[in-house]
């Protein structure tokens, strides 16, 4: 079978056959282009359907290649960590203002592939990063993105505060599960193959956020700043328990849709 003819039968999304198709020949997609006629050994045919195959059962598109691009970095990515997603990519824009204005130690909490950590670091290698997760398995996944970028990440594990006994940071940024354990958006496209522990923020979905807000104050130093990301629907809900809990300058960014989706706040004693 030709290159072209193997594409269009596969019956998903024309780019996501593409890169897969790409990635059993270990070519970029542009040379798909180039060779549309070339005919395709059967052993990466075998490959090639055995993939999109997963991908119709649900499989996500990272999973099968592997990776993920994420701000300027490429990120591998496993059934262990969530899928970095482009919105978090804002969050990681206004950590950069925060570290210009001079925050130079930085801890992004539930790191997962270590995309916020890593991402600050590869733009303002300066910054002293660490990373956090309470999953062993995540923290791997990160450490070996860190070593592949050729990065150098403080790692981690710990239940959010649990062991960090009195460190403190300038700046402490994260992307927790906020999804309500009976949300059905958790059925629906890639979420089902991530990890729970990735998505779910309690029963509420406001539990992790919660518990950093109330505790985030014991680990930042005088003027560092809060930053989290959350769902469309808990702006208001964020705002309110930093005020409660003593956080000043309290804001809200929008995401490229519109949707409220960051708040931050700063913490002075
Ligand atoms: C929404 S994912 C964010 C991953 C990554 N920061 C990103 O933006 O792509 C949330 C992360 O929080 C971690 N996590 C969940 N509960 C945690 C806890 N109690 N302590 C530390 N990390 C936790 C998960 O393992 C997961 O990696």
Redesign the pocket.
């Known amino acids: 079978m030709i290159a072209r003819d193997l594409i269009a039968s596969a019956h998903i999304h024309r780019g996501e056959a593409e890169a897969v198709l790409a990635m059993v020949l270990g070519v970029d997609r542009a040379w798909l282009y180039a060779h549309g006629d070339d005919p395709i050994a059967k052993a990466a045919v075998d490959r090639f359907n055995e993939l999109i195959h997963a991908r119709r059962e649900g499989k996500p598109l990272a999973y099968l290649l592997g990776y993920c691009d994420?701000w300027t970095v490429r990120l591998q990515v496993n059934q262990h960590?969530?899928?970095?997603?482009r919105e978090?990519e804002h969050?990681v824009e206004w950590a950069l203002e925060q570290i210009d204005a001079g925050a130079s130690r930085v801890l992004?909490?539930?790191?997962?592939?270590g995309?916020?950590a890593l991402s600050c670091k590869a733009s303002r290698p300066a910054a002293q990063v660490s990373g956090?997760?309470?999953?062993p398995h995540?923290l791997d996944c990160a450490r070996e993105n860190a070593i592949a970028l050729g990065l150098e990440v403080d790692w981690l594990l710990?239940?959010?505060f649990s062991a960090l006994s009195s460190r403190t940071w300038q700046l402490i940024i994260?992307?927790?599960?906020?999804i309500a354990a009976d949300d059905p958006h958790l059925l629906q496209g890639d979420l089902p193959a991530e990890?729970a522990?990735?998505?779910i923020g309690g029963a509420t979905g406001m539990e992790?956020l919660q518990h950093i807000i109330q505790h985030a104050r014991d680990h930042l130093s005088d003027g560092g700043w809060l930053l989290l990301?959350h769902g469309f629907d808990q702006a208001s809900a964020v705002r309110a328990a930093l005020q409660e809990h003593g956080f000043c300058a309290v804001t809200t960014r929008a995401d490229w849709s519109g949707h409220e989706r960051l708040t931050g706040g700063q913490w002075t004693r």
């Open positions: 994420f960590v969530l899928i970095p997603r978090t969050l992004d909490m539930g790191t997962g592939s995309a916020i956090l997760d309470s999953s995540a710990s239940d959010w994260a992307n927790p599960p906020y990890p522990s990735a998505l992790s990301e």
